[in-house]
């Protein structure tokens, strides 16, 4: 067989996705590769093909037991033997999978990477023969990345000590250049082959919204979204459980997930989910990687995340099956707090004193980019492509800030007067204070702390008392993203940026781009929600969503183990009515139209009966 033919066999499908041919090409070839695939852009694909090819076993490393069980079941229906080793096996199950391996049953093997440091791992992989090793979310082995996990540093050892040096490859879908060169460096790949494919992935809708009322907005976006499965993000524990609380309360169908249950309920949580008895998913970060469900329709953030790469990876688990879907976040200016917090925080004992501030420092500089993302009135997808090298049009046409009006606004004298206050305030005391404090001496209020401090006495104080303090404080935050003002980070005091001398001396002019305000914060989001077109023969659609069902029920898999969604449309847009027909169907392979074939066309022939 070659690439080709394994592809239609077991995959069902024709052709390879952008970078995909390349990359297996490479493989086969024997050299080491480096692939950057956005989410939902095929990466498994790059190895599960070449592991048809070659005469042993593919190794693939994955973090996550959820991943693990999800890919195994997929490859098995469609024919590819597989099997994965992790802690939910019992000791006989394990056994069994390692006299199997032996015995060279597997092509693919899934492993979680704290399991390359044991004894009897060890043993079988020596008396192996692996001819790939696979290394999946390998950004998790840079310190620089969103989710170090240490078990990954263990990789290039283990390695070493095979009696053969397989092929190695590694794949992730959030890597900046920075993270792309320690992932080569730590996994000690020789010459690898690499492949950036882009991370654009045009069939999602972005959207910031900064409601006065973040539980309101959340509500009508799910409400509108009554007929989709999704994913609510929280920062932390607690959140998790207020919101999932409160979406059952009001009649949402709602799980949670969150590192502080038991590993029994997050277990049965994460399978409602997938398995589409609980239509909405309410977690934290530890929620989500790798995960493989296709039928996600929107993921929101109801508070911000500290990076970019997280946001980005986590609102990529919509949309997979390339159908239309959108990724919300709820922003306000208290989740930068809870950010900070989170990243002072962070547990890096795996580190030593200096690594750690290396990592905070940058974690910093990460939350600067993402809070910037938040308050930015230019396209968001523009932001997010910018900020991992991509070059992208000015506008894309499809998030939230390209369909809102917006307008430019000289600003300059009301930064005079921000930056002014900032100065009198720490000639006043002798250091600078926060964004709150600035606002409220700005706004003339006769806080506690303003007049304790004797702020009322300065020239600044109240000369913007005609502004609401929101919008005080909007302001500063668009002058901080502008550069015009700065965040010390650790003391979170508001401070003049690089510009601001040359702005209170009038040798620059200051123009900010301001949104038009529209009667709801979220109309946009709900109005993009709205335009979705009904899909193309809704009628069979349906049928067949009901006999996939039906099929996932009896064998207890996720629907969309059996098919995805987009091979369903693509299914009623072609109404199959033979074996071969069917087979001409996107993702349609020959392991699955024999296994599922005849119940598909059975349902197709009962449609065309009825009309």
């Not at 098919?563 to 109404?575: E, G, H, P, Q, R």
């Not at 009515?577 to 197709?604: C, D, H, M, N, P």
């Amino acid at each position: 067989m070659d690439k080709f033919s394994v592809l239609k066999r077991f995959f069902g499908h024709t052709s390879f996705r952008e970078g995909q041919a390349e990359l297996i090409d490479a493989m086969v070839g024997g050299r080491d590769v480096l692939g950057v695939m956005p989410t939902g852009g095929g990466k498994s694909v790059c190895y599960q093909v070449p592991a048809m090819l070659f005469s042993g076993v593919t190794l693939v490393i994955s973090p996550l037991i959820s991943l693990m069980k999800d890919q195994v079941a997929s490859l098995k229906r469609a024919g590819i033997p597989a099997a994965f080793i992790n802690s939910s096996l019992t000791p006989r199950q394990l056994t069994l999978v390692f006299e199997r391996a032996a015995q060279g049953q597997y092509r693919i093997i899934y492993v979680a990477p704290e399991r390359l440091e044991t004894e009897g791992f060890r043993r079988w992989a020596k008396q192996a023969e692996i001819s790939l090793l696979a290394v999946d979310e390998a950004h998790c082995i840079s310190q620089w990345g969103q989710d170090f996990r240490p078990g990954y540093l263990k990789i290039a050892d283990f390695i070493d000590i095979l009696p053969k040096r397989p092929v190695v490859a590694a794949f992730t879908a959030t890597a900046t250049d920075l993270v792309r060169q320690d992932i080569e460096e730590r996994l000690r790949l020789c010459d690898p082959l690499r492949v950036v494919t882009g991370f654009d992935r045009p069939n999602l809708f972005f959207d910031v919204i900064r409601p006065k009322n973040k539980v309101d907005a959340l509500l009508q976006l799910l409400i509108s979204r009554r007929e989709q499965s999704g994913i609510v993000y929280c920062a932390t524990r607690s959140s998790v459980e207020q919101i999932c609380h409160l979406l059952c309360d009001h009649g949402i169908s709602a799980t949670r997930y969150h590192a502080g249950l038991e590993d029994e309920e997050r277990r049965t949580n994460q399978e409602d989910f997938q398995f589409d008895r609980k239509r909405v998913m309410v977690a934290t970060n530890a929620f989500g990687m790798g995960i493989d469900k296709s039928n996600v329709g929107f993921v929101i953030h109801y508070q911000m995340p500290k990076s970019l790469e997280s946001y980005y990876q986590e609102a990529g688990r919509a949309g997979r099956d390339g159908e239309k879907a959108d990724c919300i976040l709820l922003y306000t200016s208290a989740d930068e707090k809870t950010a900070r917090f989170l990243i002072e925080n962070r547990n890096s004992e795996d580190l030593n004193a200096e690594q750690q501030e290396q990592v905070r420092l940058a974690d910093y500089e990460r939350l600067r980019a993402m809070i910037c993302y938040c308050r930015t009135e230019s396209c968001l997808r523009g932001q997010l492509l910018s900020y991992f090298g991509q070059a992208h049009p000015q506008n894309c046409g499809n998030c939230g800030n390209c369909h809102r009006k917006v307008r430019r606004v000289d600003a300059t004298k009301i930064t005079q007067m921000i930056l002014s206050c900032i100065m009198r305030i720490k000639e006043k005391i002798g250091y600078y204070v926060g964004k709150t404090l600035v606002a409220q001496v700005l706004h003339g209020s006769e806080n506690k702390r303003v007049l304790a401090l004797g702020l009322e006495q300065i020239p600044t104080y109240g000369i913007l008392q005609e502004q609401p303090l929101r919008r005080i404080r909007f302001l500063m935050d668009l002058l901080e993203t502008e550069g015009y003002l700065r965040v010390e980070p650790q003391h979170e005091t508001l401070r003049p940026g690089q510009a601001a001398p040359a702005v209170l001396r009038g040798d620059r002019k200051v123009e900010l781009l301001v949104r038009v305000r529209s009667k709801s914060e979220n109309e946009t989001a709900l109005r993009q929600q709205q335009k979705r077109k009904v899909p193309e023969h809704g009628a069979l659609y349906e049928a067949l969503r009901a006999v996939r069902l039906e099929i996932a029920q009896k064998e207890r898999v996720p629907a969309y183990v059996v098919f995805s969604n987009a091979t369903l449309a693509d299914m009623a847009k072609k109404v199959p009515r033979t074996l071969s027909e069917f087979l001409e169907v996107s993702g349609v392979g020959e392991i699955k139209a024999a296994r599922y074939g005849a119940f598909f066309l059975a349902a197709i022939a009962a449609y065309d009966e009825n009309r």
